[in-house]
């Protein structure tokens, strides 16, 4: 990250000698000169004059005894010292440097929509193999002008050894097409003008960017992003948006300084921000949900299309991931046009190709810090530094909802981007030749896989299916505490508690709702949300009807009956016969699993509550119940924690389901029947750590779990637990959902082979 010439130029500039280099451990300089001049060099190293993406975690100093012959500072090959990781960083938001050039009638990348330097650009989504060097990288078929050349080469330019570096003579090019491919516009100036008609004439372009294409439409015109809904056959789930400054931003959501920062990071990820009520923006973009997804600009070529557009007020476009309902971003030009033509009108393509797809990464806040809930283009693929790292490679498959999967490398943990959902065949085969590409990016070789428990994951059949490997399977939801564990540097024991939708447990029951006193070594069960019945399988998850009549079936035992709560149920399920045979399958238990899922009694209490009976896209129902909540209402449902013998102690909500019943007939507002409801498993949670906590003479608290992606709920268990004295723990640079997993599971893998 243009580290080396950073410590080169400042050393210069104080007339130091010595040398630079870098390997797996970090940078090591070695400096000669009076005292006080290296250390201004410190000063000037740590403060001001390092890389904007650089962050220095330690900086260790010692005296060494003069060296004689030494009268030039150099920096030195690190290809010997060090390995590919040291190489390959994540691909970077435009600098301000950049932007001012790119802006600057007299500097030669005037306009120029692919301008990059050492401190911004793509990197991971172009390099195909290691080292990390031009020849090794999709730029290899640019051959440099002499411009470009000489600033690559001189070692105190701000593009020197930038890999991606280009200009209009030398570097690629954009173009833009009809959805048959035809050319409708060429040269830089046609092509973002005729892009800026189209969307302002309420078309859906497809735009491909730094990590894969973009579907886009004006934000602002509902008609435009009702088109693009019913064309990529995405009738609900929020789109992510895309704005050029943080003002647009600010004039649509809730923006705080802790939002600002992420924002304008060199990551650019998308942040997840409270709507303003006046917004603008076309309401089909986020419905049912409290928060817009904003980005800013983070290619040049948005920056320049930004610029056309506000001439015409246009501020804000849907930026949705260019592919077919849940397979994989699309990068390639071709496959583009094949795939997308019957959605998008035009094409704005460009001949840089992508080598590695990478998906916008998301962000939210709990407890006012920024948590990522997935994490891709612009953290993939920087490690998590591990002290409990293992000499010997290691494996971790991840899950099969939301998969990431990681290697261990002595004290690194790699984990890849957001792969995706890998029920779909093309994420299937996605997924397996990432984990080639990372193989040999990364040169590493595996001798142990670890997978998750559950039989019938493709990813733990995967793991299965390679040969002459030790595989080692790991509890869901005790892979979701390491994940917490591995992020702090930890190895535990810690009380953990997950909320999460679905884990297959060690008894055969579908966990979810969990507390376990757990280390990277071992876990022990000590509380879970009493079990239910549920009926259906993969149906389960979807129509709220099934965890519904489980759960009342539960709550009222003998006093229920299908009539009695006809008024209620036939708004979810209209069908009186199919209820019935939903019901007839609980009670006779056919095709019934017994789970402590709690995402399911989101979906039962959201559906009671009148806010849908269906999840068109994950934790549809959960997230209309969440943005319901009215934050003034700090009553709670009743609950009890119940414990028969050496069982685990158990969440009993059965009373809570009773009092929702009684708020649905009284026709309390809803707003106050979703706030009771979170108040009441937040306080239950709580309960549950206290007497963990108790028993295990402990004090510390891992948070974890798809469930605390919901973000009133994980505020108030945060901030009830830490009012109880706890410290409290949580998934920050990790998604808490499942594409934490196979950071979990690695730092377990990992941690055993220290004991070994
Ligand atoms: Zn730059
Ligand atoms: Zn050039």
């Not at 030398?170 to 005729?194: F, H, M, Q, Y």
Request: with cysteine.
């Amino acid at each position: 990250m243009g580290f080396r010439p950073a410590v080169y130029r400042i050393a210069r500039d104080l007339g130091l000698t010595g040398f630079v280099y870098n390997d797996t451990k970090g940078v090591t300089v070695e400096l000669q000169g009076s005292r006080e001049r290296v250390e201004t060099f410190l000063e000037r190293l740590k403060a001001s004059d390092k890389p904007p993406m650089a962050d220095i975690k330690t900086c260790e100093t010692a005296d060494i005894a003069t060296v004689e012959d030494e009268n030039e500072f150099t920096i030195t090959g690190s290809d010997s010292t060090g390995t590919a990781l040291s190489h390959v960083t994540p691909d970077i938001a435009t600098c301000r440097d950049c932007l001012c050039e790119l802006a600057d009638k007299s500097d030669f990348r005037y306009r120029y929509p692919f301008i990059n330097c050492t401190n911004c650009g793509p990197r991971y989504s172009i390099v195909k193999t290691i080292p990390y060097d031009r020849p090794n990288t999709t730029m290899s078929v640019f051959q440099m002008c002499d411009q470009c050349a000489s600033q690559y080469t001189n070692v105190i330019d701000r593009r020197f050894h930038a890999q991606p570096v280009a200009c209009a003579d030398c570097g690629p090019k954009i173009w833009l097409t009809d959805s048959g491919g035809n050319r409708i516009a060429s040269g830089t100036d046609e092509v973002i003008a005729e892009t800026a008609r189209l969307l302002i004439a309420g078309k859906v372009a497809a735009i491909k960017g730094i990590g894969g294409f973009h579907l886009v439409v004006n934000a602002l015109d509902n008609q435009a992003v009702k088109t693009l809904r019913e064309r990529k056959k995405r009738d609900h789930k929020p789109f992510a948006m895309m704005a050029y400054s943080l003002e647009t931003i600010g004039k649509y959501a809730i923006v705080n300084e802790a939002a600002k920062k992420v924002l304008t990071g060199c990551e650019s990820p998308i942040v997840l921000l409270d709507k303003r009520t006046e917004a603008k923006i076309a309401p089909l973009v986020a419905e049912g949900v409290s928060s817009f997804a904003f980005m800013l600009c983070y290619a040049p070529l948005h920056h320049m299309l930004f610029e056309k557009l506000r001439q015409s007020g246009v501020d804000a476009l849907v930026m949705t991931s260019g592919n077919i309902s849940d397979e994989p971003l699309i990068c390639k030009n071709d496959l583009a046009l094949e795939r997308l033509g019957s959605i998008a009108d035009a094409f704005l393509m460009h001949d840089r190709q992508i080598h590695r797809q990478v998906d916008d990464s998301i962000v939210h806040f709990i407890d006012g810090q920024p948590v990522l809930l997935r994490r891709a283009r612009g953290y993939v693929p920087t490690p998590v530094l591990f002290e409990h790292g293992s000499a010997q490679d290691i494996f971790a498959a991840g899950g099969d909802l939301k998969n990431t999967f990681c290697f261990v490398k002595q004290n690194q943990l790699i984990c890849s981007e957001h792969i995706g959902d890998l029920e779909d065949a093309e994420v299937y085969h996605h997924y397996v030749d990432s984990i080639e590409h990372f193989r040999g990016l990364f040169e590493v070789k595996p001798q142990t896989i670890v997978c998750d428990l559950h039989p019938g994951y493709f990813s733990t059949q995967y793991a299965l299916s390679v040969p002459n490997v030790r595989v080692v399977q790991v509890q869901h939801h005790w892979a979701h505490i390491a994940s917490v564990l591995a992020e702090y540097n930890l190895t535990g024991p810690v009380i953990g508690l997950e909320c999460d939708g679905t884990g297959y447990g060690t008894d055969g029951a579908i966990w979810g709702c969990e507390c376990m006193i757990a280390s990277l070594e071992k876990f022990e069960r000590f509380g879970h949300l009493a079990y239910y019945p549920l009926a259906g399988g993969d149906l389960a998850g979807k129509e709220a009807i099934r965890p519904t009549l489980s759960l009342l079936m539960q709550a009222y035992g003998d006093e229920f009956a299908l009539e009695r709560f006809g008024w209620l149920l036939d708004r979810i399920e209209p069908d009186k016969a199919k209820q019935k045979i939903i019901a007839e399958q609980i009670v006779k238990n056919i095709n019934v699993v017994q789970t402590s899922s709690l995402g399911r009694v989101f979906d039962a209490v959201a559906a009671i509550a009148g806010l849908g009976s269906y999840n068109h896209f994950e934790a549809q129902l959960p997230m209309a119940l969440e943005a319901a909540v009215d934050k003034n209402i700090e009553r709670a449902y009743g609950f009890e924690l119940t414990k028969v013998d050496d069982e685990p102690v158990q969440i009993d909500l059965r009373r809570m389901f009773v009092e929702l019943v009684d708020d649905i007939a009284q026709h309390r507002p809803v707003g106050e029947i979703a706030a009771r409801f979170h108040n009441c498993l937040a306080e239950a949670l709580v309960a549950m750590a206290k007497r963990a906590a108790e028993a295990a003479k402990m004090n510390t608290v891992a948070l974890s779990g798809g469930v605390f992606c919901n973000r009133y709920l994980a505020n108030e268990v945060i901030k009830l637990l830490k009012a109880e004295g706890f410290s409290v723990l949580f998934n920050r640079h990790f998604p808490s959902n499942d594409g934490g997993i196979a950071l979990g599971q690695a730092a377990i893998a990992a941690m055993a082979k220290v004991n070994e």
